[in-house]
């Protein structure tokens, strides 16, 4: 194990005994939080491989990659798989995986995090030899065996989850993907986590709220089968999951109808022309937006664009003293529907430094303080990864097919949980007035739809909370181009203004090839 799994390891395991405590308090709301740390290493090697540098850097680049510690097997084994929402299929890497006793491999790919023994559980059983095989978008993937054991969350006990366990894997940890069944690897959908979760009586409906917290936090929050009242600012608002062609419920495709900055002197600027199709995807670390739009995006921000070299975008670090009240304004389902306001901290990164110590050859640019852009260009696929998500509280509602969206309530320390039942849908609730105030130093397929009302909400049972956090490598972006941070909740009166009436339709690629 390196370096960066132990310390990944061992944040874990502290943290996970702090919660403890707090699960006793919550008892009676059957909600038991599972808190660990975001770890501090040294960054690892760059390896360059298919031309670019592609995931594996980004990942390391903008603190993505956010991991629960779950439980496996019986007696238990310990592991820590990557939250997904963009994938359905929850697997690990087995012990004996091709990635964990190559050496070369893992020079390109990383060192094995953690993996799962099933000649170490009595309650292992092989569904269908050689029949798991899974590709992601990037060209990362793992393949091997179906099997079933009993499966742990935040105190949750799954019995018999159907999972896949990788003999041969490009990637270097395992997944927990949180998606629709109807988005497995298999070939015939089989029930995945989701669905036991509601079929073993753990939560009322298919449904959880995402609270991944900012770049400097050293955790995050998945409260499955409820939401947290403190985690969000102003209303949370509600958008329909947009069908694929075929009317099926595949991914969390939602309506992204305008796209605009908001500047210091506030200005809005919209760079948005139509309705597109983008996908809300935890396992995602930056923002992939159509082309034309990225391009228009660039073009004001004298952003140079190197994804064909480096896999990266380059901008002016300048941008977060000069303008660090910036925010990037995502609106969705048209008039009316939610705005998530994203801080410039959160999409001009300054970590360029230490990866050009470590051989990163960065081209000749226009500017000499050189930072990443969390937005790329796609041609193929759009996706709201961690970049947007960490300003947003999101709640996946996979029963009503609804996603509710609301500005994140950073670093927040209170909750106020209500239980998403089959009744209410996604609760009709508000969060806080207000940010909380801190000082930061330097950092498918879609079919028609539009925006629903919510139901009625309550208090109570029925909800787990499962904490996650990131593999990043900074709790904070350093140096001269540090900046306090403020976001306010959003003015819903003036954002009306940048956004787009008609919905279109837009084909894209989903996380899963098969």
Not at 339 to 349: A, F, H, Q, Y
Request: glycine share 10%; hydrophobic share 35%.
């Amino acid at each position: 194990m390196g370096i960066l799994s132990a310390l990944l390891a061992a944040s874990l395991a502290a943290a996970a005994a702090t919660a403890a405590t707090a699960a006793d308090t919550e008892h009676s709301q059957r909600v038991i939080p599972v808190s660990f740390s975001k770890p501090k290493g040294a960054l690892p090697t760059l390896h360059k491989r298919a031309g670019t540098y592609s995931q594996e850097l980004n990942n390391n680049l903008t603190g993505g990659g956010y991991y629960a510690q779950v439980t496996v097997g019986t007696p238990p084994q310990t592991v820590d798989l990557i939250v997904d929402t963009g994938s359905s299929d929850v697997w690990m890497l087995d012990s004996d995986a091709n990635l964990c006793k190559s050496r070369s491999m893992q020079n390109y790919y990383g060192y094995c995090l953690s993996t799962y023994d099933p000649s170490n559980s009595s309650t292992y059983s092989v569904v269908s030899h050689n029949t798991f095989s899974i590709q992601y978008v990037d060209g990362s993937g793992a393949e091997g065996d179906y099997i079933k054991d009993n499966f742990s969350i935040g105190g949750a006990d799954i019995e018999a989850l159907q999972m896949g366990l990788a003999e041969n894997s490009t990637i270097n940890s395992g997944l927990l993907g949180i998606g629709f069944a109807a988005n497995v690897a298999a070939r015939t959908p089989y029930p995945n986590i989701m669905n036991l979760f509601q079929d073993q009586d753990l939560i009322a409906v298919q449904a959880y709220s995402l609270y991944l917290d900012d770049l400097y936090a050293e955790t995050g929050t998945i409260l499955f089968g409820g939401l947290d009242t403190d985690k969000f600012i102003g209303e949370l608002k509600t958008v329909d999951i947009q069908p694929d062609l075929y009317g099926n419920y595949s991914s969390f495709t939602v309506a992204l109808t305008s796209l605009s900055t908001t500047a210091d002197n506030g200005t809005i600027s919209n760079y948005s022309r139509t309705a597109v199709p983008v996908i809300l995807d935890s396992g995602t670390t930056l923002t992939y937006i159509p082309e034309s739009m990225a391009t228009r995006i660039f073009r004001a921000f004298d952003a140079v664009d190197d994804t064909s070299g480096t896999g990266l975008v380059f901008i002016n670090c300048d941008y977060l003293s000069d303008n660090k009240n910036l925010t990037f304004d995502f609106q969705f389902g048209g008039n009316g529907g939610p705005v998530v306001r994203v801080p410039i901290d959160e999409m001009v990164l300054d970590n360029v430094d230490g990866y050009v110590e470590l051989g990163l050859d960065v081209p000749s640019l226009p500017f000499n303080n050189v930072c990443s852009f969390g937005l790329q260009p796609s041609s193929d696929y759009y996706l709201l990864g961690d970049t947007f998500l960490r300003s947003a509280y999101v709640v996946y509602d996979l029963t009503n097919k609804q996603i509710g969206l609301a500005q994140a309530n950073l670093n927040s320390t209170e909750s106020n949980i209500l239980e998403i039942t089959q009744e209410s849908g996604i609760p009709d609730a508000s969060g806080v007035a207000s940010q909380v105030s801190v000082q930061q130093t330097a950092t498918g397929i879609p079919g028609p739809g539009g925006s629903t009302g919510a139901g009625t909400g309550s208090t109570g049972s029925g909800a787990s909370t499962v904490a996650v956090t990131s593999t990043g490598t900074s709790s904070s972006q350093s140096g001269e181009n540090a900046g306090a941070r403020s976001v306010p909740a959003p003015n819903w009166e003036a954002l009306v203004v940048a956004g787009v009436a008609g919905l279109f339709g837009l084909i894209g690629v989903g996380l899963v090839l098969f």
